[in-house]
């Protein structure tokens, strides 16, 4: 049974490509490209089942405003945040505001129907390794990157932490490769060792153990920039 759902995002193509996509995978959309500061209004007013709410900076104070309106006055509605590769403390504010789910922007349709079916039957709608890393950096906000994050460092090369930084931002492929001035037959080689490397399976789950680590924090210092 399909979905009836809005998509509201700052970015007018996007919204508009993955509405025209879930309609054809026979879902029902009230609204789409809707600028996200006016989201919260629109969907009280339309109250669909599901929003997919776009942001591009989800640790951003008050990024997640529109969720807690939306949930204020149509608690019934489920709101699934797609965005890039958060930090845990993103994620925990996204389900702190009240979401559903975290879906990454660069995410397949199959992924995005998934997560919005998840959101209505009221699970939780998030990669396992992002939900735990948020509820780690909720227990212990305090809590330092210890030697886990320098170890892990320590086994890639400069050009490897340069990619690595790069998939946590959320760059696909095509985008590693043009910002590295290199082909994206070698940016993909480069990921796989990483993944490799790091012993994951996905560039979601090296984004996840690259910030839940503090990975990313010591691969900014001067001393591990790529030359």
């Known amino acids: 049974m399909g979905v009836r759902l809005m998509v509201v995002d700052d970015h007018r193509l996007l919204a508009e490509a993955l509405a025209s996509a879930l309609k054809l995978r026979g879902h029902r959309v009230l609204a789409a490209a809707a600028p996200a500061a006016g989201a919260a209004e629109l969907v009280v007013n339309r109250a669909p089942e599901v929003c997919l709410l776009g942001t591009a900076t989800p640790a951003e104070p008050g990024a997640f405003d529109p969720v807690v309106r939306i949930k204020r006055d149509r608690p019934q509605v489920a709101v699934v945040v797609l965005g890039p590769v958060p930090s845990p403390r993103g994620i925990a504010a996204a389900f702190a505001a009240g979401a559903s789910g975290y879906v990454r922007h660069d995410e397949r349709i199959e992924g995005v129907e998934r997560a919005m079916m998840k959101a209505r039957a009221g699970e939780a709608a998030v990669a396992p390794q992002l939900l735990q890393g948020a509820f780690t950096e909720l ?46 037959s070698t940016a993909r ?21 690259a910030a839940r680590t503090g990975l990313l924090d ?5 001393l591990h920039r790529p030359v």
Do not use: C, F, W, Y
């Not at 210890?146 to 696909?172: C, F, I, K, N, S």
């Not at 994951?200 to 996840?208: I, M, T």
């Not at 010591?218 to 001067?222: E, F, H, K, V, Y």
């Open 139 to 184: 227990l212990n906000p305090a809590a330092q990157p210890d030697d886990e994050g320098q170890r892990l460092l320590q086994m890639l090369t400069p050009r490897e932490v340069e990619v690595l930084v790069r998939v946590a931002e959320g760059e696909d492929t095509r985008l590693i490769a043009a910002g590295m001035g290199i082909a994206p």
């Open 189 to 209: 080689t480069h990921v796989q060792r990483v993944l490799m490397k790091l012993g994951v399976g996905s560039r979601l789950e090296a984004a996840a153990l």
């Open 218 to 222: 010591r691969a900014a210092s001067p």
